[in-house]
């Protein structure tokens, strides 16, 4: 019987070009001055110029597999989030030949399947996670967890890959994006890293972004903390008890505040990726974890906090111990 779930292995697959936040403003990609997203703590961040979605997904997804020396035959659930559809598939979509596509059974070309082949993955069942924006990634290890404990499943692979289109522009609520993939590995009864928690709030009185933004930025640190302290009362941990705080690569100024308000006397913020990588939408946490346990700043048997905020709009929270 399945005592527990745990993070089995992570890797991640960035673009090879990045431009630093003078480089994006003289491009018009910014809608802020580069000197204030300074301030909250951004340098430069990765954009595809050729890359697809589905390619950095594969290639994050085959390096996890080949890292933990997992046999694609042991995969019993593939997970998938991200750049939807064929989408997924073109670097720079073009709307006349998307928009063509979809009155086709190209619109049936499914990112999920691809992969599941592509890889290998013969015994996986496949599943496609949407609509939860940077909490994706957080919502598929929610899922493995409990389709580990539940269901059977000894292995799953989480992939989130999701790239912000040519003209959108780089900044979303003062944060600057990164294109990326990461992949993970849910395992049942691994030794380290073991899930003890996860909560999610959902708050659909906000899904018109644009309209409510003023009443989005003032919910989200209420919601975060209400979030943060659920999380830690279902893993039955004090709030000293905490090492380290993985958080998702928005802006320093708002970490402040917000372990502010949630007061982890000891925790430390693993923030070293918010300059160097920006923000990669759903990738952020595990992308800095696996950072963070490769610099050795993790120590076996710590307590991680890990928490992220989707837009539409999402607050999740996982508690690990290493």
């Not at 035959?73 to 991200?82: C, Q, R, S, T």
């Not at 959902?202 to 409510?212: I, N, Q, R, S, V």
């Not at 007061?263 to 990588?277: E, K, M």
Request: charged share 20%; glycine share 8%; proline share 4%.
């Amino acid at each position: 019987m399945t005592r527990h779930a745990c993070i089995g292995g992570i890797a991640c697959a960035f673009p090879r070009e990045t431009r630093t936040l003078p480089e994006l403003a003289r491009a018009g990609l910014l809608e802020s001055d580069p000197e204030v997203l300074a301030r909250f703590g951004f340098e430069r961040v990765h954009i595809a110029t050729c890359e697809t979605p589905f390619e950095l997904a594969l290639a994050a997804a085959r390096d996890v597999l080949q890292e933990t020396d997992t046999d694609p035959d042991d995969v019993d659930l593939l997970l998938y989030g991200g750049t939807p559809g064929i989408h997924a598939f073109t670097a720079s979509p073009d709307p006349a030949q998307a928009s063509k596509a979809l009155r086709t059974s190209e619109r049936f070309q499914y990112p999920a399947a691809r992969l599941q082949y592509e890889l290998g993955l013969g015994r996986a069942a496949v599943i496609g996670l949407d609509q939860l924006a940077c909490t994706t990634l957080l919502a598929a290890v929610r899922v493995a967890r409990a389709l580990c404990l539940a269901d059977g499943v000894r292995r799953a692979l989480c992939v989130a890959s999701e790239f912000y289109p040519a003209d959108a522009g780089r900044e979303a609520l003062f944060n600057c994006t990164s294109d990326a993939a990461c992949a993970l590995l849910v395992e049942a009864d691994g030794a380290r890293n073991r899930i003890v928690a996860a909560t999610h709030v959902t708050k659909g009185y906000y899904w018109e972004c644009d309209a409510l933004r003023n009443e989005i930025v003032a919910s989200y640190f209420p919601t975060a903390r209400h979030v943060i302290e659920r999380t830690l009362a279902e893993a039955g941990w004090a709030a000293d008890e905490v090492d380290w705080v993985i958080p998702h690569n928005v802006s320093r100024r708002s970490w402040d505040i917000l372990l502010g308000l949630v007061r982890l006397p000891r925790a430390r913020l693993w923030d070293a990726n918010i300059a160097r990588r920006g923000h990669t939408l759903a990738g952020d946490n595990f992308i800095n974890l696996r950072d963070a346990l490769a610099a050795g700043d993790i120590q076996p048997g710590q307590k991680l906090l890990l928490f992220s905020y989707g837009y539409g709009a999402h607050w999740t929270g996982l508690a690990l111990e290493s």
